[in-house]
């Protein structure tokens, strides 16, 4: 039997991978410093190890990954509001400890499957983007652009690590997954921000003028692709964006939330810097060219935003909020 590990597995998507892996008969091992409680209906397979600590330990992490077939590597700081407050510490676990586990996978011999982000195409106004195209980022005085920063030097390592020691990896690049599951982080995220503001009868904020766009991939759709991905041979060595191309703005997004959970909020504009201070820089819009996913894993959203967010109003309203 192949034993997978895969880091952040106590996380929003990590958590779905660990359920995918488990259906498809693999033990599976999952770090993370988070609690279990999504992974705890996992708890009792006798496939499934949970190790509730930080792949910031190198010792651990040696430990962990002497005898194991893949890693997936999701452990990170994906708060946006983090990268203005605390940049040290996303670019010590996103990037440095990131690359500490490449380096660990490569004494192994391990195939990488590394979770990366369309942030890496920063303000490219290019839309929609493909794989190969530009990342435009800001100054490194900008605080936000160092979750960016550290994802793409990961890939950069990853391919150089094939390119001269021959270890097989596959990049994906996260389009905004949403569904069950997905928390509210501070000020991240923005559909389970204003879910809370729904279920709690509270005003809407939405961010500027509302007018910038975003994409979304319901989460059964990318852990599809991922999962993939993962065990295609001919995906290996390069690097896919997951997500659909339909842009929605904020101001539709938090319309189409009122309507389908027939909530009563009234939806408000806020200034970018009142939320985030001056660290911080909007990208108007995030679109990805999917054709890439298409074409080597037959893949396709089948999920629309609508009925993704009913089923994610129905599990916070069940779970009586965020
Ligand atoms: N959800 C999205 O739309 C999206 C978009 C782009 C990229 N991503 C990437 O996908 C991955 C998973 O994201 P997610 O949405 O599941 O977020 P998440 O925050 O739910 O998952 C990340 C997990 O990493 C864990 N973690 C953080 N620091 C750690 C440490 N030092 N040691 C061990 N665990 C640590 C957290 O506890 C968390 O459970 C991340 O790498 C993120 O950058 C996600």
């Not at 106590?10 to 599976?28: D, H, T």
Request: hydrophobic share 40%; proline share 2%; net charge positive.
């Amino acid at each position: 039997m192949k034993k997978i590990l895969v880091t952040g597995g106590a996380g929003f998507l990590g958590s779905y991978i660990c359920e995918e892996l488990l259906k498809r008969k693999y033990e599976v091992v999952a770090i993370d410093m988070a609690d279990g409680e999504k992974i705890a209906h996992l708890m009792t397979n006798k496939r499934f190890t949970f190790i509730q600590d930080s792949v910031c330990d190198t010792a651990l992490m040696k430990h962990q990954m002497k005898d194991i077939d893949m890693v997936f590597h999701l452990a990170a700081i994906a708060d946006p509001l983090k990268y203005v407050t605390n940049p040290l510490n996303v670019m010590e676990v996103d990037l440095l400890a990131a690359i500490n586990i490449f380096k660990i996978a490569a004494e192994n011999r391990i195939k990488i499957i590394f979770s990366s982000t369309s942030e890496v195409f920063g303000r490219n106004k290019n839309v929609p983007w493909n794989e190969e195209d530009d990342r435009v980022l800001g100054s490194t005085e900008i605080y936000r652009w160092c979750y960016s920063t550290s994802k793409s030097a990961c890939e950069h390592y990853l391919f150089a690590l094939h390119k001269q020691e021959k270890i097989p990896f596959v990049i994906y690049r996260f389009f905004n997954v949403y569904g069950p599951k997905l928390d509210d982080l501070g000020h991240g995220r923005v559909i389970p921000i204003f879910l809370k503001q729904f279920l709690n009868g509270e005003d809407i904020t939405v961010h500027g003028d509302g007018r910038q766009t975003r994409t979304f991939v319901y989460v059964d759709d990318a852990i599809d692709a991922v999962i993939k991905l993962a065990f295609s041979k001919k995906a290996e060595n390069q690097v896919f964006n997951i997500g659909t191309s339909r842009e929605y703005s904020m101001h539709e997004l938090a319309k189409t939330m009122k309507k389908i959970g027939n909530f009563k909020s009234k939806i408000k504009f806020v200034e970018h810097k009142k939320v985030f201070g001056k660290g911080y820089e909007d990208i108007p819009r995030r679109v990805p060219d999917v054709s890439k996913l298409k074409k080597y894993i037959n893949w396709q959203a089948r999920v629309s935003l609508e009925k993704g967010l009913k089923k994610t109003i129905e599990y916070y309203r069940n779970r009586k909020g965020i």
